[in-house]
């Protein structure tokens, strides 16, 4: 089993377009985070939420919405997408504890605006 | 503020020969330390960490890094480079924050591994 599964795997949209990104982790872990990763493979956190709680808002445009249903699911939301958005989104989880630094990756979503 | 500074964005080798990527930091508390490889159209995986034990660290696929204070650097090596080694590899540092750790990433090495 995937332990941290994002869908979809590519997304090509129009630009203006609204789109979503799922992100579903079943290791039992209290923290999510999303990242941006750019054309020359800059990553950057963008959020991150435990238990349901917003703990990181990076300087991200407010048409990025990040939604987390339960701990285990962390979903971006993308409002009026512009070609600048074009990127590989990853989410991550970590656990609680000493091994909270760890971070545990998806395989990331390959987004690109038209 | 932390930050990361991976020296080289590309760097290549001979297969069987040494392999050196650097990474310096910059933290105003003692940091955790990580390096991440990332293959490619693949997500990133957890190569070996440096959490204040053991100042040289063992990690996967015969990775090791030694964190030295005094040059505030985390270099990864391995002694013999295979060809499955070409990756995209990343050093990054975490911030001690409420409810979480925020991973702060280096500009990644992308190493090449010429047969």
């Known amino acids: 089993d995937t332990a941290v599964s994002q869908t979809p795997k590519y997304l090509v949209t129009q630009m203006g377009n609204d789109k979503s990104i799922k992100c579903e982790q079943n290791?039992?872990?209290?923290?999510m985070y999303w990242y941006k990763q750019d054309s020359k493979k800059f990553l950057k956190i963008m959020f991150s939420?435990?238990?349901?709680?917003?703990?990181i808002n990076e300087t991200v445009p407010n048409r990025f919405s990040p939604k987390s249903p339960d701990k285990a699911h962390l979903n971006l939301h993308i409002n009026s997408l512009e070609l600048g958005d074009s990127a590989v989104y990853f989410c991550?989880?970590?656990?609680?504890?000493?091994?909270?630094?760890?971070?545990?990756f998806g395989a990331g979503t390959r987004l690109s605006v038209l | 503020a932390q930050s990361v500074t991976q020296l080289g964005s590309h760097v290549s080798v001979s297969e069987g020969a040494l392999v050196l990527l650097r990474c310096n930091y910059s933290?105003?508390?003692?940091?955790?330390l990580f390096w991440y490889v990332q293959y490619p159209n693949q997500g990133l995986q957890l190569l070996l960490k440096y959490t204040s034990a053991a100042t040289l660290v063992k990690g996967i696929n015969g990775f090791e890094a030694e964190f030295k204070k005094s040059e505030t650097s985390f270099h990864l090596t391995k002694p013999s480079a295979h060809m499955s080694d070409a990756a995209e590899y990343f050093c990054a540092v975490s911030d001690s924050g409420a409810g979480s750790y925020q991973l702060t990433f280096g500009k990644g090495t992308k190493l090449s591994v010429i047969p």
């Open positions: 939420y435990n238990n349901k709680e917003l703990i």
């Open positions: 933290s105003s508390v003692p940091p955790y």
């Open positions: 991550a989880s970590s656990p609680q504890g000493t091994l909270k630094n760890i971070q545990y």
């Open positions: 290791l039992g872990h209290d923290t």
